[in-house]
């Protein structure tokens, strides 16, 4: 798609040297990878928590440890996987490093804001565990009032940590949308944008509306404990379910802030494995705005329940149904990019068709929670749980992985390797299902979340549960040790390994500090296979 | 094992996975005439998503199979086609809305409040469920309803946000403070069913349980006049509040849970926060439960809900009694 660049010795990575370079960068890249530091950081975290939580979940009654730690320790998973690994992990990092080099530009349109957004969440995230860890805070991550009003003081904090990555969520948010508008190569018209950065731009959209309603409504439990202002607590004349509504209007676009990056991913590894121009590039472009725009409008759907008015439920039902038009066309057209392509079956596509097989799971059962009538059974049992891991983990995780592995050689000029990755494919796939789909299972039983103890009749799966757990775990461990060694002993990998098309493999790897050593010039599409 | 048997158990196991799901039969026993309905349009929608998943699946690995890379053999460019995605957007469309209007149309049954109805008021607290009736009968735990009678419940929180969950009747709804909220039932038969609560609330939300016993309708009435301390001493009566009231939270032991154990606190030196130390006497229990915030054991939270206005006079005195006989 343009013409292939002059290789130079000079790269990103070997530009300047010492820690202080890194903290003081503007180069993008050098972001992205700081990021992607401190996302596998939280990540390895938070993920520890989740294995405490399934030992704790082995066996009923109490196993390691007491109700009051559980629920701590359920809170810092929650509040970590959530702020700190899903909303900023493909947008603040892949994104930061792909997105200029897919549309051809040396950086984004604000360096230094884009370093400040790394700051903010970095500080953010250090009110939020500090306050964690000393106070016990022990609301979950929805910080549902009154109950978050009334417990431990370390709220506060947390939810002023929260409110400061929030500002990390909107800032990157901000760059990425002007610098989609403003730095495109001569000849990158909006239709040649490869999809990645469609899903990115319908993010940003997000990011910039949606977050400052949950930093507004953070700083309003803070006057609350704070000042005793009654605005959720209904012993001051509040009223709690204000903040359900307040809270979700920011958490259901959120969710999407989440999933339509990893979607991004994942038409970049279909079309690249399977050597095949994407299958309606513009129906799944479009679907990214529409589902960006119709996300708005079904906060409603968590509050079912709640005691929202019969005829409210009813409307986010119907708007929630919505949803899930724009979302079967995507999985549709990619299943019909594999239609006479020329399949290869490295890593990043095993977990581009792990991200479909588990995400067409989370799909179809989130139809059946929008469906209002069901869903009064469903909702706060295992089966909500089960379900939003299978688009937040089984989705977004998979896109990560799959991203990863695939720009692996971009990013670090080495490849990793390719057996193992497989061997973490296997791991984190089977153990994933072996987790999740008996929590299905659990919650048409009837079994609530967020439960300490459990009844009898519920221990075998849970036992499933966790022992698929402590598999997903294995895996992830094994892919760290596969990143390390890769980064370390890989072999020196090509400008282009995999014969992709878009922008990023037309320059060398790692690419130089400002991306290509001539303005790339483009003159057809992301994914021109013929 | 040869590889057909192989075939064959995976195949046996995917169609028992399939029928369970598909047949909604994991769900737990029907207890009312709603809780069928609710189980017809699960079974539609489980049906549907296996055969969509079915459908993606199987057509990725054939596809994936098929169009493997092979040398000499390149991909088809083919960049879109208008009617497929039109068909692919359109049935789905039209499923969802069929998923949307039955949805509309169960929902419209399960939050329709019968006329006429049996009324019981719930007061929901950190951790635990209270049954008051119109004859003036409480009772903590245990909800006694009559069969084939539509109940309702007029439900309220003295602290934070519960939900009052019946498995059985497939429905739920938020018990929130500083309103009223409604939920009805009309059970088929005899017989007793788990209550859950299903919001967050804190350190005792996997322990608020309760249990709704549904009795004919002449054994329902007679219960109603009981009088439930009739012939009991006061330590019996204290004893019944306390394993409905307050085991969420106290041991009847001299082990911790979220509160004090309460075993051979009588009559001895409490240290409180902030160095203060009280001798425990009968005024010294009675202000624990009527007002817990006044004085906090050291170490403890202050977590407990004031039970003031909650327990008669009679049951007050028998868990003081209770409480000093655990030595
Ligand atoms: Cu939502
Ligand atoms: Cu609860």
Same mark, same amino acid.
């Given at each position: 798609m343009a013409t292939a660049q002059v290789v130079s010795e000079k790269n990103y990575l070997n530009e300047s040297k010492g820690l202080w370079s890194w903290l003081t960068t503007l180069d993008h890249k050098r972001i992205g990878l700081l990021y992607m530091v401190a996302v596998l950081t939280f990540f390895l975290l938070g993920g520890l928590f989740a294995m405490l939580l399934r030992v704790e979940l082995f066996a009923p009654g109490k196993t390691i440890m007491d109700a009051s730690q559980y629920n701590q320790v359920m809170t810092l998973h929650g509040t970590i996987m959530v702020f700190m690994v899903i909303i900023p992990g493909i947008p603040a990092f892949l994104g930061n490093f792909i997105l200029p080099l897919h549309i051809g530009a040396k950086d984004v349109a604000f360096p230094r804001i884009n370093l400040l957004s790394w700051y903010c969440l970095i500080t953010g995230a250090s009110i939020a565990f500090f306050s964690l860890f000393k106070n016990g805070v022990d609301t979950g991550w929805t910080f549902y009032t009154p109950y978050s009003i009334q417990t431990s003081n370390g709220t506060t904090f947390v939810v002023l940590g929260a409110f400061v990555m929030g500002f990390s969520s909107i800032l990157t948010g901000l760059n990425f949308i002007v610098t989609i508008h403003t730095l495109r190569a001569p000849g990158m018209s909006f239709w040649r944008l490869p999809l990645f950065v469609w899903a990115l731009y319908s993010t940003a959209v997000i990011q910039v509306l949606a977050t400052p309603i949950?930093?507004?409504?953070?700083?309003?439990?803070?006057?609350?404990?704070?000042?005793?202002?009654?605005?959720?607590?209904?012993?001051?004349?509040?009223?709690?379910?204000?903040?359900?509504h307040f809270f979700w209007f920011y958490s259901h676009p959120a969710v999407y802030i989440m999933i339509l990056p990893a979607m991004g991913v994942v038409s970049e590894l279909i079309t690249a494995f399977s050597h095949k121009t994407i299958f309606?590039?513009?129906?799944?472009?479009?679907?990214?705005?529409?589902?960006?725009?119709?996300?708005?409008?079904?906060?409603?759907?968590?509050?079912?329940?709640?005691?929202?008015?019969?005829?409210?439920?009813?409307?986010?039902?119907?708007?929630?149904?919505?949803?899930?038009?724009?979302?079967?066309?995507?999985?549709?057209?990619?299943?019909?990019?594999?239609?006479?392509?020329?399949?290869?079956?490295?890593?990043?596509?095993?977990?581009?068709?792990?991200?479909?097989?588990?995400?067409?799971?989370?799909?179809?059962?989130?139809?059946?929670?929008?469906?209002?009538?069901?869903?009064?059974?469903?909702?706060?049992?295992?089966?909500?749980?089960?379900?939003?891991?299978y688009v937040m983990v089984g989705g977004t995780l998979m896109a990560i992985m799959g991203g990863i592995y695939y720009w692996f050689p971009k990013i670090f000029g080495r490849m990793y390797n390719e057996f193992w990755a497989r061997v973490t494919f296997v791991l984190i796939f089977v153990g994933f299902n072996v987790t999740f789909y008996p929590q299905f299972v659990l919650g048409s039983m009837g079994m609530p979340r967020r439960y300490y103890d459990y009844l009898p009749e519920y221990t075998s799966l849970n036992r499933i549960s966790s022992v698929g757990a402590w598999t997903i775990g294995t895996g992830f461990l094994i892919a760290l040790f596969v990143i390390i060694h890769g980064l370390l002993k890989g072999k020196k990998a090509e400008m282009n390994p995999w014969g992709a098309k878009t922008l990023e493999w037309t320059t060398s790897s790692p690419p130089p500090h400002e991306n290509f050593i001539n303005e790339p010039i483009v003159t057809a599409g992301p994914y021109e296979y013929r | 094992m040869s590889l057909a048997t192989v075939i064959a158990s995976i195949n046996t196991l995917f169609i028992s996975v399939v029928s369970h799901a598909a047949g909604g039969s994991f769900m737990p026993p029907q207890g009312t005439k709603v809780a069928e309905k609710v189980d017809s349009l699960y079974r539609f929608l489980a049906g549907a998503s296996v055969i969509s998943c079915i459908l993606v699946f199987a057509s990725m690995c054939i596809f994936a199979y098929q169009y493997r890379r092979r040398p000499g053999v390149k991909s088809a460019y083919i960049s879109h086609n208008t009617l497929a995605e039109f068909l692919w957007s359109f049935i789905p469309f039209c499923i969802f809305m069929v998923a949307f209007a039955w949805g509309w149309y169960v929902y419209h049954d399960l939050r329709t409040m019968p006329k006429n109805a049996f009324e019981v008021h719930v007061h929901g607290q950190k951790w635990n469920w209270t049954f008051e009736y119109k004859s003036g009968r409480k009772s903590a735990g245990e909800l006694?309803?009559?069969?084939?009678?539509?109940?309702?419940?007029?439900?309220?929180?003295? /602290? @934070?946000?519960?939900?009052? !969950?019946?498995?059985?009747?497939?429905?739920?709804? /938020? @018990?929130?403070?500083?309103? !009223?909220?409604?939920?009805?039932?009309?059970?088929?038969?005899?017989?007793?069913?788990?209550?859950?609560?299903?919001?967050?609330?804190?350190?005792?939300?996997?322990?608020?349980?309760?249990?709704?016993?549904?009795l004919p309708k002449d054994k329902f009435d007679e219960w109603l006049q009981n009088d439930p301390y009739k012939g009991l001493t006061p330590v019996q009566v204290g004893e019944a509040v306390f394993k409905a009231r307050c085991t969420a939270c106290h041991n009847a032991t001299a082990e911790k849970k979220v509160g004090p154990g309460l075993q051979g606190v009588f009559g001895h030196q409490v240290d409180l926060e902030g160095g203060d130390k009280v001798t425990a006497d009968e005024n010294y229990i009675r202000e624990s439960i009527l007002y817990p915030a006044a004085k906090i054991v050291k170490g403890f939270p202050n977590a407990m809900t004031p039970f003031l206005g909650q327990l008669g006079e009679q049951e007050l005195s028998g868990v003081i009694e209770y409480i000093k006989s655990l030595q």
């Open positions: 949950l930093a507004i409504t953070l700083l309003l439990i803070a006057a609350e404990r704070l000042l005793g202002i009654g605005i959720f607590d209904p012993k001051l004349g509040g009223d709690p379910v204000l903040f359900e309606g590039y513009k129906a799944i472009a479009m679907s990214s705005i529409g589902i960006a725009a119709v996300s708005f409008f079904v906060w409603g759907h968590h509050l079912f329940v709640a005691g929202q008015s019969e005829v409210a439920g009813i409307v986010f039902s119907f708007i929630t149904m919505l949803v899930g038009v724009p979302t079967a066309i995507k999985t549709f057209n990619w299943i019909a990019t594999l239609y006479k392509g020329s399949i290869q079956f490295q890593s990043p596509m095993l977990f581009a068709l792990g991200f479909l097989f588990l995400f067409t799971i989370g799909g179809v059962t989130g139809i059946i929670l929008a469906t209002i009538g069901v869903d009064v059974h469903f909702h706060d049992t295992y089966f909500v749980v089960a379900h939003f891991h | 006694y309803v009559p069969v084939n009678t539509p109940v309702r419940m007029i439900m309220d929180s003295a /602290d @934070v946000i519960h939900s009052f !969950y019946i498995p059985a009747f497939r429905t739920k709804q /938020d @018990v929130v403070p500083g309103r !009223y909220s409604n939920i009805w039932f009309d059970i088929e038969k005899p017989g007793n069913y788990q209550v859950f609560c299903a919001e967050y609330c804190g350190q005792g939300h996997s322990a608020m349980l309760a249990k709704i016993h549904a």
